[in-house]
């Protein structure tokens, strides 16, 4: 049997302006070829899994991009399985109608398919829902059969990381990836309202035992000698002496890796050491707010984030100390926020020191504690537009500005934080910090 495999990847933006923007600030651009570039670890490990006697392909939607313009795309497959987020749903939804109507089979998944199945069923012969690898060879063996189900629910059965494949890093091309996803868990600690990320597809957090981790490392290393690891966790870090296991593994290999992870590493000067010995460049740390105000309430449980904010500015320096930058995510028209958040993004960016920042604005995806709550309050603008999932559009009324005022806030702060000269002040400060730690030493 032949199996296409299609990533739905890439950075989507709706707001015009914004794009133009975007495509001249260099710092913008330089996360958005990054997250455009990494390959779907998801398709990766499903092919991990499929039965040797399979032929399997892995293709990006940008390498069908030039032949769909003339109405074509790769033939020949018995079965194709799609993976998309919420923004690019309509483009994944309308490549699986072009694959349907030539009699091939297709199956979706991913975090929208699993919070919106029922949708997803009306383009697909069968849909995944939750973690794919509890359900993909029943499927494979089904459609062997000719008993394709509609759909395929890996909830009812929670999948085990210590049994997690090795993910098909040779059907990646060596020199088109910049960067390889490796992953240690799934889940977070932090319910946090806004998140659609694998908290969708797992009940619980969980851990991949350390030797498979180190395994799907080196594996990366016998085409990529000197690869760039993203750890593509949730929240890495939060078990400390499984990281620090880990990090001690993993110096000596020459990789060099970066993570997403919380706030509280900046209390582990251990840890950060291990982390910076094993080449760790940078982490990407959900800050949400430079306010105390705007970070009550975002989490479903407890009031974790604004319990921090205080320590943020001390634990920022305390990590960059160690030659890690840290990248601080923000979100832009939280309840807590009104016009003044622009400026104090800006301020706050200034007094910690920051080396990076990234700005999205509150996006409700589906299957989010948010989107449900925005639906209930009548807040959403256009409730089924996933268009506008994309993390930099406006769909819903904010609390205490109007849509506009975000939408040229949010404009006026990418170009304050962007600019080739911000851009390059981040750098020479976070150079001279090192600098200056170097000598005390």
Request: aromatic residues 8%.
């Amino acid at each position: 049997m032949r199996i296409a495999l299609i990533a739905m990847s890439g950075i989507r933006v709706c707001d015009e302006e914004l794009l133009r923007l975007g495509l001249t600030l260099p710092g913008f651009v330089e996360r958005s070829k990054i997250i455009a570039s990494l390959p779907s670890l998801g398709l990766l490990t499903l092919a991990g899994m499929t039965p040797s006697r399979h032929d399997v392909k892995y293709f990006e939607i940008s390498e069908l991009a030039a032949a769909r313009e003339h109405g074509e795309v790769p033939e020949g497959f018995d079965l194709v399985a799609i993976s998309s987020y919420s923004a690019q749903m309509d483009e994944a939804y309308a490549l699986a109608d072009e694959y349907r109507h030539k009699g091939i089979a297709v199956v979706l998944g991913g975090l929208h398919v699993t919070s919106l199945p029922q949708e997803a069923a009306r383009h697909a012969n069968a849909v995944v829902i939750g973690e794919g690898e509890s359900v993909w060879t029943d499927l494979l063996a089904d459609f062997e059969a000719g008993k394709l189900q509609q759909f395929y629910d890996g909830r009812e059965r929670e999948f085990d990381l210590a049994q997690a494949p090795m993910p098909a890093f040779e059907l990646l091309a060596p020199d088109r990836y910049n960067r390889l996803t490796v992953q240690t868990s799934r889940g977070c600690p932090h319910l946090c309202e806004f998140c659609a990320s694998s908290v969708l597809l797992t009940k619980q957090y969980k851990q991949k035992p350390v030797a498979r981790v180190i395994a799907e490392i080196d594996r990366i290393r016998a085409t990529w000698s000197h690869p760039f690891i993203e750890f593509a966790d949730d929240n890495s870090l939060v078990n400390r002496s499984y990281w620090k296991e880990l990090l001690t593994q993993l110096k000596g290999r020459h990789v060099r890796w970066f993570t997403e992870t919380d706030i509280s590493v900046g209390d582990d000067d251990e840890l950060l050491t291990l982390m910076r010995e094993s080449g760790c460049a940078q982490v990407l740390i959900g800050l949400e707010s430079p306010t105390a105000a705007s970070l009550s309430g975002l989490e479903i449980r407890g009031n974790w984030k604004s319990k921090q904010w205080q320590k943020y500015e001390s634990k920022i320096r305390a990590i960059q100390s160690h030659g890690i930058s840290v990248n601080g995510c923000f979100i832009l028209g939280l309840d807590g926020q009104d016009e003044k958040i622009f400026d104090d993004v800006v301020e706050f960016v200034e007094k910690t020191g920051l080396h990076e920042v990234q700005i999205t604005i509150q996006t409700p995806f589906p299957g989010t504690p948010l989107y449900d709550r925005l639906a209930k309050e009548k807040r959403l603008i256009e409730p089924e537009a996933w268009r506008k999932c994309t993390l930099f559009d406006v769909n819903y009324v904010p609390k205490q500005m109007t849509v506009e005022q975000l939408e040229l806030g949010f404009r006026d702060l990418a170009v304050r934080l962007y600019s080739d000269e911000a851009y390059r002040k981040r750098r020479e400060r976070f150079k001279g910090m090192l600098k200056a730690g170097r000598e005390v030493n």
